[in-house]
């Protein structure tokens, strides 16, 4: 090969390698453009990972009643179970005892300073008594902080369990004293309407008397029926005031008003309205004169009706004929008509109580709740509200005369110290043997309250 021929090869293939070298290829896809660097993020800035409650710390909660029969014994037992569902932290443990068995575990446990978080109690003498002890927690603000809760309560009967303006339990189950009548003897003395007055009652009394019909069953040989009749006029003449300041030592039970009530009673008495054998009867035997039809009215509590019935000769009682009504105004007192005595069930709140037991209770006297309670006939309910699980027109009645009181008092025999109520209920029946005049009744009443609250 001559060399220009050498020099032209070699110059063609340069020239190839230089235009592949420069040559896009098109068997390889661009190159993706790179996006800005970001800072990898933290792991907390991730999904955020839920947050696991710290597991509540276990509580458990003992409560003593004394239903002791169903439908009320399974009905408590349900409401806790449910209740431990909804807050697997809580157990409640239950007691259950008989009233008098539950009386003398009670003080036994009180004496050693451990009450039950929860307990039965009927406020009164006893409760007071508990709160003065330091035995009892405060839930006032537990009540103030949940209005709705503290307002559902008729405000009557939340007072019941209360002690110096604080709340130390709440109601469940309350029921008043009032006079029980058969509708068909007054209709046969020609008696249109049951008396709104003393005076009127104490004329109708004399109707039925004329009438041949006996006006009152009693069984003043258990002496509490008959205390009645004067705590209800003492309220009546009285009325709050008077009995607070007796009780807080800035007044007396000597008080003309009191001795007052004691003369009014004089006066019934007087006209001879009972049965005969009254001062040796009974209570089952009042009730027995009355479910029978032999007296026109008694002056009893919401559980007269059931008792009318099982203490009659048929198991009925009055039937249709059965009406209540409210202990009559006393003219010119100082306490209003519409005032109620009564007493019922209550959950007193012991000291060492969690806020779980409160709850417990908050729960407890719900609406739901007490409407079961209502339906299944275990109590009259003090919830607004509840009272439409109430079937049975007396006991209806009953519930709307106590949630209408602006006042109510336990019993006297209840709220006094124990011994004072049992010298009050001694004192009366002596009022109706005629043995002791008004006076001595109330002084024995002032003499006892004295000694116990020195």
Known sequence: MNRKLYVLLSFVLIMAFVLAACATPTEAPPAATEEPAVPEEPAATEEPAATEEPAAEPVTVT??????????????????????????????????????????????????GDPPDIFQSWGGGTFNQQV?????????????????????????ALGVYS??????????????????????????????????????????????????????????????????????????????AKFEAAMARTGSFTDPCFVEAGAKLQELVALEPFQEGFLG?????????????????????QWAPSTQKA???D????????????????EGGAGAGTDVVGGGNGFAIGKNA??????????????????????????IPVVKGAETGLTDPNMLQVQQTFAA????????????????????????QGLFAGTLTPEEVAQAVEDSVAQEMQ
Request: hydrophobic share 40%.
């Open 63 to 112: 409560w003593w009643h004394i239903t002791t029969k169903d439908p009320g014994l399974s009905d408590w037992q349900k409401m806790a179970d449910d209740y431990m569902a909804a807050h697997p932290n809580v157990t409640i443990e239950i007691t259950v005892l008989e009233n008098e068995a539950f009386k003398t575990k009670l003080t036994t446990v009180m004496q050693s």
């Open 281 to 301: 009867a009974v209570h089952d035997d009042m009730q027995a004169a009355f479910g029978n039809g032999k007296a026109a009215m008694e002056l009893s509590g």
């Open 315 to 330: 198991q009925e009682g009055v039937g249709e004929n059965l009406g209540l009504f409210g202990f009559p105004a006393v």
């Open 405 to 428: 009181a602006d006042y109510f008092q336990l019993y006297y025999d209840q709220f006094l110290p124990p011994a004072t109520g049992s010298v009050l209920n001694d004192s009366v």
């Open 311 to 313: 203490n009659s000769a």
């Open 354 to 379: 969690e806020p779980e037991a409160i709850d417990f209770v908050k729960y407890l006297t719900s609406v739901d709740n007490q409407t079961i309670i209502a339906a299944n006939g275990s109590g």
């Open 163 to 240: 002690f110096g303006g604080k709340n130390y339990g709440v109601p469940w189950d309350m029921g008043m004293v009032g006079f029980w009548y058969n509708k068909a003897l007054f209709e046969q003395a020609g008696i249109d309407a049951p008396p709104a007055t003393w005076t009127e009652f104490l004329e109708d009394v004399q109707t039925l008397k004329d009438a041949g019909i006996t006006p009152i069953s009693i069984g003043e040989g258990d002496k509490w029926p008959g205390m009645h009749f004067w705590n209800y006029l003492a309220t009546r003449i009285c009325g709050q």
């Open 132 to 156: 003065e002890a330091g035995l009892l927690k405060d839930i006032t603000a537990d009540l103030d902080a949940d209005s709705a809760w503290k307002d559902s309560f008729a405000p009557g």
